[in-house]
């Protein structure tokens, strides 16, 4: 009882703001889409309550497994259909081993709390759990992506789940980036938010000059950049690295950029205007990644 409570512990801030876990009937179907646990979730979509709760949504079978998986102390509710639960035996499972029941809801219930058109009949409730970036250095990373002013939450979860592919030790959304409790960012992971340490907030040149001090490089991927191959050959990309990317739109602004150790572009070869983000991201990320395990 005692690890249950405390798992439960970050919601008691949120008072009947969130009565998700509260009056459950065992056997019982939850079918009523108006009712106020049903709305609780729901709102989680939106940032405002997400702030005010310290929770939010994780959806699909295979990320409420990685999460269940990964962050059992973080989790909350568990509710799916029927149908999914018949269908993902692999949710029931990794559910009993974080001593959680599932739920199960009706179609129309799950529809209103998704954030998805065509939800997959599992959504889950899960506390935040952002790293301090103070721990994040004490571990010693050698790669690490940092994100500024990236907006966009499929891109900044597609890079998160580069960074986890890469082998990174962590990811940095600094200044204005976009929430990664947001369920298109939690989506575009795949459960990979719950892979790896993800630190929010903190101004870019306090972030870089930590990163700095703990022994990395600065490498900023932008236009107005070097080569990448040639950074390649010259060896510079085996140094254990933090990766600066910039807004999908504006890049990276000039006095960002300056607080660089160098600025690196990938090349394009074909016939493409440019490259989106993410995946300019993920090529960056890798070619460290390759570099770090050759050296």
Not at 78 to 102: G, N, S, W
Not at 131 to 150: F, I, N
Request: proline content about 6%; aromatic content about 4%.
């Amino acid at each position: 009882m005692g690890e249950r409570g405390a798992r439960r512990a970050p919601v008691r801030s949120a008072g009947d703001t969130f009565p998700a876990h509260r009056a459950r009937y065992p056997g019982a179907m939850l079918d009523n889409p108006r009712s106020p646990r049903v709305r609780a979730v729901a709102k989680l979509a939106k940032r405002k309550a997400r702030t005010e709760t310290g929770l939010f949504l994780v959806e699909g079978p295979q990320a409420v497994v990685e999460a269940l998986r990964h962050r059992p102390e973080r989790v909350i509710d568990i509710f799916a259909t029927p149908a999914a639960i018949e269908r993902h035996h692999d949710l029931t499972v990794a559910a009993r081993a974080a001593r959680m029941d599932v739920e199960e809801v009706s179609e129309m219930v799950l529809a209103v709390m998704a954030d998805t058109v065509t939800p997959q009949g599992v959504i889950a409730v899960f506390a935040q759990f952002s790293t301090p970036l103070e721990d994040l250095l004490a571990a010693g990373p050698r790669l690490v992506a940092v994100l500024e002013e990236v907006q966009d939450p499929g891109n900044a979860g597609t890079i998160i789940r580069a960074a986890d592919a890469a082998g990174a030790d962590g990811v940095v959304l600094a200044g204005h980036s976009v929430d990664p409790y947001n369920p298109k960012v939690v989506r575009s992971t795949t459960g990979s938010l719950f892979h790896l340490p993800v630190v929010v907030g903190g101004e870019l040149p306090e972030v870089l000059g930590a990163l700095r001090g703990a022994g990395l490089q600065v490498l900023a991927a932008d236009v107005k950049g070097g080569d990448l191959l040639e950074a390649r050959e010259s060896g510079a990309l085996a140094a254990p690295t933090a990766w600066l990317f910039g807004n999908e739109a504006r890049g990276l602004r000039d006095d960002l950029l300056e607080l660089a150790d160098r600025a690196l572009v990938v090349p394009i070869y074909g016939r493409a205007e440019s490259m989106n983000l993410a995946t300019a991201a993920s090529v960056c990320l890798y070619e460290s990644a390759f570099a770090q395990r050759l050296d």
